[in-house]
Every structure is written in C-alpha cells, then in structure tokens.
C-alpha cells in the first residue's frame, strides 16, 4: 500500500512591488511542498481573496500602500484565526514589525532571506511554530521588556542587557536544555533544525518551548529570546 503524500502548505502572497511578487513566486511555485494560492499587490485586493481561498499561510509585506500589512493582518487572524500570517520587512520597521507581531503575525523575515530559509519559515508557521530572525530580534528588545517582579524598571528604564538579574524561583528557571534551545531559537535555527541538531523529535523540541513560554511568562519565541536576552540567559 503507498503511503499517502503529505497535503501541500496553501500559501498566499501579498507584495505591492510587481518585480519582487514575481521573484518570490519564482522562487516558491518550485518547492513541491507548497501551493500558491493566490496573490496580490494591495492589502484590499489581499483581504477578499483570503477570505475566499482561506490559504494556510499568507506571506505578507509590511509595507503595502493603503492598507498597511498590520491592519491586512489584524483582519485575517480575526476572521481567519487558523490562517499564519508570515511578515515580510526591511531592517528598520523594527517598530512595525512589533505592531505586526502583536496584531498576530506568527513571524517575520526581512527581504533578501534566502529561499530555503523562507521555506523552512512557512513550514515552520504552518505547524503552528514562529519565525524571528536573529539580526531583528536584539533591536526588538527594548519593546519587550518586561519588569522583574517587585522592580521599579519600566519600558522608559529597562533594566540594561547582560546585567545581573535576581535569582530565579526554582519553578522559574530554564533547565540546561531549555537554555540549550533558546539559544538556538536566538540564531535563528527552526524547530526542525533544532531537533536535528539535539537529536530530539520534533514534538520533543515543542515541550521544551512550552515549558520555556511558561517559565519566562511569554507566548512566543519573539517575546521568548528577547526576554532570554533581557534576563541574560542567552547571548547574540
């Protein structure tokens, strides 16, 4: 009996620049695993057919004239919570792409990623993972800062990177191979990459983010490094 293919990731791509909409796809329509779905160079023209074609992932530019990248994705995850949505940004919109992590996008690649890189972040997405890019991730930083409990520090007066932090509850601290993997998450490496590398499964590679959201008290791996390198547990 053969054993049934994988169903293909339904990705839709959203780029207002027609030269780059048709690099991508180029590089995307050549990778078995995916199918384009459909796409377009507006975030209104965008919005009708996601409703319509309800892709799994959107690979979506953040600087879309009009309506912008975040408001394209706050209206696709409240109507369409189970599609990801993957940001693509230049360096300095560090600013819109926080905005755009907290509308609900799983991710974000700058322009220029290599296309293997760019496959593994829709894979990665479409599993339910989050893509950060290492280069990104410590200019983020101070939006993500979070107080220590009982601290005065605040978003205005962050506590500075690499400094001593108080010692950690027992139930709080990341064991050595949390760490391990944070540290991996940190340069980039997807949960795939990750478990190759620590031969690990992959589901095992999910626990152990789980168990380090919950300890750090974040959602995602954007809020999990940054707090990593606020508290000085990993380094970049």
Request: hydrophobic residues 40%; proline residues 5%.
């Amino acid at each position: 009996m053969e054993a049934t293919a994988a169903p293909r990731i339904r990705v839709y791509v959203v780029e207002d620049q027609s030269k780059i909409l048709k690099n991508q796809l180029k590089l995307l329509e050549a990778i078995a695993e995916l199918e384009i779905v459909g796409t377009a160079l507006s975030g209104e023209t965008a919005i009708d057919d996601i409703r319509r074609l309800t892709p799994d992932v959107v690979l979506l530019d953040l600087g879309l004239p009009r309506m912008s990248g975040i408001d394209v994705t706050r209206v696709v995850k409240a109507e369409l919570p189970r599609t990801e949505v993957l940001i693509f940004t230049i360096f300095d919109e560090e600013d819109k792409v926080l905005e755009a992590v907290q509308a609900g996008a799983s991710g974000y690649l700058l322009k220029g990623t290599p296309a293997d890189k760019m496959v593994e972040a829709i894979k990665e997405v479409s599993q339910g993972g989050t893509v950060i890019q290492p280069s990104l991730a410590r200019r983020l930083l101070p939006h993500f800062r979070v107080p220590e409990t009982g601290a005065s520090a605040t978003p205005s007066t962050p506590a500075a990177v690499g400094h001593a932090a108080p010692a950690e509850p027992e139930g709080k601290k990341l064991s050595a191979r949390e760490t391990e993997i944070l540290q991996l998450i940190a340069k980039g490496v997807s949960n795939s990459e990750a478990a190759s590398m620590l031969t690990l499964s992959k589901a095992t590679v999910r626990t152990h983010l789980e168990h380090i959201y919950r300890k750090l008290e974040v959602t995602n791996r954007v809020e999990a490094v940054t707090e990593g390198l606020r508290k000085g547990l990993i380094q970049m």
